[in-house]
């Protein structure tokens, strides 16, 4: 069932769907771009104030480990609670968490920006999950509320878009920031967002619940909960230390999995489940959010090593670093919208497997990409990356959510987000590891005879490889560790173009001879 938008009559008109003016309708939705902008932004922002919060005097002085958590905490919340978010919004009302959502998250943005350790940030930066879990799951359901059948793809194509815009615009804010500000600003950035957020929500959004408004599953919930929370803490360990096959890394995730297969065993025998398991039965279903993961792995682990590349081997500023990732935006921006129409005439399967491959080229092109690419083939590569990873990721969100029952959209939205954001942390974490092992491998002969703890120093990355030079005058091993490093992002770049390859097949497979 379409909710209507509150104080205006429904128009009967399309495919018989309650309908409210357009104009309100694409009102409705721009609010709802800028919750989901506001968190995706968030996601990115910070890694150009990493350099400065390390600085004991400019920042807090936070150690790498510090530095990775206040990072990993966001992402490690932010990936568990959106399930119950979604679940929470299908109980009370999606308009209420997103009120509840942006309150808490505009709340926590203030507490990180006037933090004074990293631990207290750290502590901030997963009270931000928490809020961005409760938006995230919302703004996909109210799309889906607000907009009929007819309507909705282009409208979710245009949310999905936003999120490649927030991919350049975290880096641009963020290096705009603190250029002039200090390292706080980058958060407290979020606070008139979110104002305007809250606003636009008690004016626009409905406020209307389900008519069959869903049970609680507090077992379910719980389960999930704290299946996903071992998987990705694994994840996110396995990706910190580097190695794979340790207690600390294989315990959590083995451990969660079977804690997810106990949760799949409930959900099959309650009368009410938090999540209907038997929607993994549907093709469509299983192949969309199968290929939002393997989408995001890819991406997200491009970005990191594409910043590296823009910020260390280049040696560009983080505002410059943040203008050289624009035409992954635009490409987003243009590939999103264009893709709805494209997949009415010729099918999901089609479009989505085609850009996917198309994608997968992009991320096997950077095999070319050397210390002195010029820039303008690196605009169009990420340009076209850009606009391939639109197309394929606004029509399987949009596929997700077509499959979905009225009063589950929360559960559903929250697992196509969740997907997003455990392949995003598989991404940085499997490829930052293989990025990090091929570097040290690659840079070692270039460490004889250097000081024991220099070598380590020099040997963990090309960051540090770039300060030991500094400090012993090695000026060789600065363009030493940039040709390794570039190396090692031409091995990880090999490996996500194959995983982009096979969202590719994973889509073709699951919408064989299905026209939309």
Wanted: charged share 10%.
């Amino acid at each position: 069932m379409v909710h209507q938008l509150a104080g205006h009559e429904p128009d009967q008109s399309a495919a018989g769907a309650p309908r409210t003016g357009s104009r309100r309708r694409w009102l409705a939705l721009a609010v709802l771009v800028l919750a989901q902008l506001t968190v995706w932004l968030d996601n990115t922002i910070l890694n150009v104030a990493l350099k400065t919060l390390a600085d004991p005097v400019e920042g807090l002085g936070a150690t790498t480990n510090q530095l990775q958590w206040s990072i990993s905490s966001y992402t490690l919340i932010f990936a568990v609670m959106l399930f119950s978010g979604g679940v929470l919004g299908d109980r009370y009302g999606h308009r209420r968490l997103l009120l509840i959502g942006t309150t808490l998250f505009a709340a926590s943005s203030l507490w990180a920006g006037v933090s004074t350790s990293p631990a207290e940030l750290i502590t901030a930066r997963g009270a931000m999950g928490v809020g961005s879990a409760l938006i995230m799951p919302a703004t996909l359901s109210l799309i889906s509320a607000v907009f009929d059948a007819r309507e909705r793809a282009m409208a979710i194509a245009i949310w999905s878009g936003s999120s490649g815009l927030a991919i350049a615009a975290g880096p641009l804010v963020g290096g705009a920031l603190l250029e002039r500000f200090w390292w706080g600003s980058v958060f407290l950035v979020n606070l008139p967002l979110a104002a305007v957020t809250v606003a636009g929500a008690v004016l626009l959004l409905p406020a209307a619940r389900n008519a069959s408004r869903a049970k609680l599953d507090p077992i379910g919930v719980l389960l999930s909960t704290v299946g996903l929370l071992a998987v990705v803490y694994g994840l996110i360990e396995g990706g910190h230390r580097n190695e794979w096959t340790s207690l600390g890394v294989l315990g959590p995730v083995l451990g969660g999995v079977v804690v997810l297969v106990v949760f799949v065993l409930v959900e099959l025998r309650v009368s009410s489940p938090s999540l209907d398991v038997r929607l993994f039965r549907n093709a469509p279903f299983t192949g969309a959010t199968a290929s939002v993961m393997l989408t995001y792995f890819s991406l997200s682990g491009a970005m990191f090593y594409t910043a590296f590349y823009l910020q260390g081997v280049r040696e560009q500023t983080p505002f410059e670093a943040g203008l050289n990732l624009l035409p992954v935006a635009v490409g987003v921006l243009t590939g999103a919208p264009l893709s709805a129409g494209l997949v009415r005439r010729f099918g999901l399967g089609p479009v989505v497997s085609l850009a996917m491959l198309v994608a997968a080229g992009t991320f096997l092109a950077y095999v070319g990409i050397d210390v002195d690419t010029p820039m303008p083939w690196f605009w169009l590569l990420l340009g076209v990356q850009g606009a391939a990873m639109g197309a394929a990721m606004a029509p399987t969100t949009e596929a997700v959510m077509a499959v979905l029952p009225a009063d589950r959209t929360g559960a559903g939205s929250a697992v196509n987000n969740s997907m997003r954001q455990i392949g995003g942390v598989l991404g940085v974490a499997v490829l930052g590891s293989l990025l990090t092992s091929v570097y040290r491998s690659d840079i070692a002969p270039s460490l004889a005879g250097l000081p024991g703890p220099a070598a380590e120093a020099a040997g963990g990355s090309a960051e540090a490889a770039r300060q030991v030079a500094a400090e012993l005058g090695r000026p060789q091993l600065v363009a030493d560790a940039a040709e390794s490093f570039v190396h090692a992002m031409h091995v990880a770049s090999v490996l996500g173009a194959a995983v982009a390859a096979l969202g590719a097949v994973v889509v073709l497979a699951a919408f064989r001879g299905r026209k939309g």
